[in-house]
């Protein structure tokens, strides 16, 4: 039991270090695709919804990324989703340089709110867009910011969480705020 436990905390580790790529999820459960940092091959870690979890190896012969993705999408639904259900595929993206210099310069211009209106922009999240915009709209009628300080550190951990979902380059992100 104690050799197993080791084994298990051994392989965590391990996988910790590792590149991670995205995620499926279908009815069925969800996989993460990683390479492993020390030999430079893909696996699928899939977690069945019914309880059950596992580690792929993908075929040796796939080298690139783009067949990786294939390969596992293919592989959810074969096994663990069942023919024919739709995957939604889920890969972290970089936040391009454009859009970080233009988020930059409103932070440097002290408008700490529409910035991170166009950093839930680049996310593509409604919600966030429109409770960043009525934020503004409030600030804008009182004059100032600090009465909305409360509801915008709420706002900035849903919106810092789902930016962190989104994009691979998340240290860059956070230093132009």
Same mark, same amino acid.
């Given at each position: 039991?104690?050799?197993?436990?080791?084994?298990?905390?051994?392989?965590?580790?391990?996988?910790?270090?590792?590149? $991670?790529?995205?995620?499926? !999820? #279908? *009815?069925? &459960?969800? @996989?993460?695709?990683?390479?492993?940092?020390? %030999?430079? =091959? $893909?696996?699928?870690?899939? !977690? #069945? *919804?019914? &309880?059950? @979890?596992?580690?792929?190896?993908?075929?040796? %012969?796939? =080298?690139?990324?783009?067949?990786?993705?294939?390969?596992?999408?293919?592989?959810?639904?074969?096994?663990?989703?069942?023919?024919?259900?739709?995957?939604?595929?889920?890969?972290?993206?970089?936040?391009?340089?454009?859009?970080?210099?233009?988020?930059?310069?409103?932070?440097?211009?002290?408008?700490?709110?529409?910035?991170?209106?166009?950093?839930?922009?680049?996310?593509?999240?409604?919600?966030?867009?429109?409770?960043?915009?009525?934020?503004?709209?409030?600030?804008?009628?009182?004059?100032?910011?600090?009465?909305?300080?409360?509801?915008?550190?709420?706002?900035?951990?849903?919106?810092?969480?789902?930016?962190?979902?989104?994009?691979?380059?998340?240290?860059?992100?956070?230093?132009?705020?």
């Amino acid at each position: 039991m104690i050799k197993l436990k080791k084994l298990i905390s051994e392989v965590a580790a391990q996988h910790m270090k590792d590149t $991670y790529f995205g995620t499926m !999820k #279908s *009815k069925g &459960g969800q @996989g993460s695709l990683y390479m492993n940092h020390k %030999n430079g =091959k $893909y696996y699928l870690s899939v !977690k #069945s *919804k019914k &309880g059950g @979890g596992h580690i792929i190896d993908l075929p040796y %012969n796939i =080298k690139d990324r783009k067949k990786a993705g294939k390969w596992a999408v293919d592989y959810m639904k074969r096994r663990v989703s069942g023919m024919g259900e739709s995957i939604e595929l889920t890969e972290k993206v970089k936040l391009g340089g454009a859009a970080l210099d233009s988020i930059r310069m409103l932070t440097d211009r002290n408008n700490h709110t529409r910035a991170r209106a166009e950093l839930a922009r680049h996310i593509g999240d409604k919600r966030l867009i429109q409770a960043y915009e009525g934020m503004m709209y409030i600030e804008n009628l009182l004059k100032g910011a600090n009465e909305t300080v409360e509801a915008r550190s709420k706002l900035d951990k849903i919106l810092f969480r789902a930016a962190a979902k989104k994009f691979a380059n998340m240290d860059v992100v956070n230093s132009v705020f």
